[in-house]
């Protein structure tokens, strides 16, 4: 069976997972991109989610490029990099494509060129440069943000002639669009929810929507619970106990009422509110110290299942300690977002 179409293109689909549009900065329109190359989250002045290329880090890659042989004479002409927008890939996809590393980085820094051998099962991710790559470049260039354990795919088929030089990879990335901002955690893409039994101690004091939980026991019992998060994970509630959009319906008090919530897990994609605003130490001891969040930072769950920048179990002296980082950066807070923090999550 022949999986792949005729390779056309810098990057053939065979298998299809969620492609999404979005804005991409004036360096990229100006110097165009090839397709198939690995992007992350980067500024936008609008209200949106906004790409660039990876140096590593990971958002998901760019379907087409902004200038490919096959759009010329047609609709597709120039328009991405005209309008400033492009089409993302995300989630699981069967791709076929040219747009990765052939020859070892350091080889590329002077001397010979070396081959890079890819071979099926190899894990893949992002060089400096947004291109598929097998090796770990942050590592070889002394990048302080080293290792990069971000793996982004897997070799399905390595280059020879017969696919004509180009790399077949499944892929693993997530992404996330825009929406109203209606509640305390808004929801782009889902990744696995449940409903879930709430611990005592949770149903007292009540909870925001976006916030980190982890499983309580039941002795005796056969049923999954969870109580608020001290750092560690089984992922966050996706609505809040008693919200304003709640009020004169249906869902006024239930959750409070019959002891449960919808817990999600895995990759979504989502804008929270809860979020911690201010530094673990100015918390403890005033004035209180903004907590400034970049993209792509890694956030973890503080010690109350806020979301944060900060490590508290190591700040605090915890045994749990070091905590885990349960996602990345999408959007920072700002005004134009009304302050929320966009979440791609790893949990």
């Not at 966050?236 to 304003?244: A, C, Q, R, V």
């Not at 911690?276 to 970049?294: D, H, I, M, N």
């Not at 190591?314 to 966009?342: D, K, Y």
Request: proline letters at 8%.
């Amino acid at each position: 069976m022949t999986l792949f179409p005729p390779r056309t293109r810098d990057c053939v689909v065979a298998q299809k997972g969620d492609g999404i549009p979005v804005g991409i900065p004036p360096l990229m329109q100006a110097t165009g991109w090839q397709g198939g190359v690995g992007l992350c989250w980067g500024p936008s002045v609008l209200d949106e989610f906004a790409v660039t290329l990876s140096d590593g880090l990971y958002g998901g890659f760019a379907l087409w490029g902004s200038l490919e042989p096959a759009d010329q004479l047609t609709g597709m002409t120039g328009s991405q990099a005209t309008y400033g927008f492009l089409t993302m890939g995300v989630g699981t996809w069967l791709i076929s494509t040219r747009t990765f590393e052939t020859h070892t980085w350091l080889s590329r820094q002077g001397g010979p060129l070396v081959p890079l051998v890819y071979r099926p099962g190899d894990k893949l991710r992002y060089s400096l440069r947004g291109y598929w790559t097998k090796e770990d470049e942050w590592t070889l260039s002394g990048d302080l943000r080293a290792p990069n354990t971000y793996f982004v795919g897997t070799v399905m088929q390595s280059p020879s002639l017969l696919t004509e030089g180009y790399l077949s990879i499944q892929t693993s990335i997530l992404a996330m669009p825009e929406t109203l901002r209606s509640r305390d955690c808004v929801l782009f893409f889902p990744g696995d929810i449940i409903p879930v039994e709430v611990a005592p101690s949770l149903l007292a004091s009540g909870w925001p929507g976006g916030v980190g939980v982890m499983w309580a026991d039941s002795p005796g019992q056969d049923r999954r619970i969870v109580q608020a998060s001290d750092s560690r994970y089984g992922g966050f509630l996706l609505w809040g106990s008693n919200e304003t959009a709640d009020q004169y319906t249906a869902m006024t008090g239930q959750f409070l009422k019959y002891g449960f919530a919808v817990m999600a897990f895995g990759g979504n994609l989502m804008a929270t509110s809860t979020y911690e605003r201010y530094t673990y130490a100015s918390r403890l001891a005033p004035p209180l110290v903004p907590l400034v969040y970049g993209y792509n930072d890694p956030l973890y769950f503080s010690l109350r299942g806020y979301w944060t920048k900060e490590d508290e179990a190591t700040l605090s002296g915890s045994p749990l300690a070091p905590a885990s980082a349960f996602g990345f950066v999408a959007q920072p807070p700002r005004p134009s977002n009304r302050e929320w923090l966009g979440i791609f999550t790893t949990l």
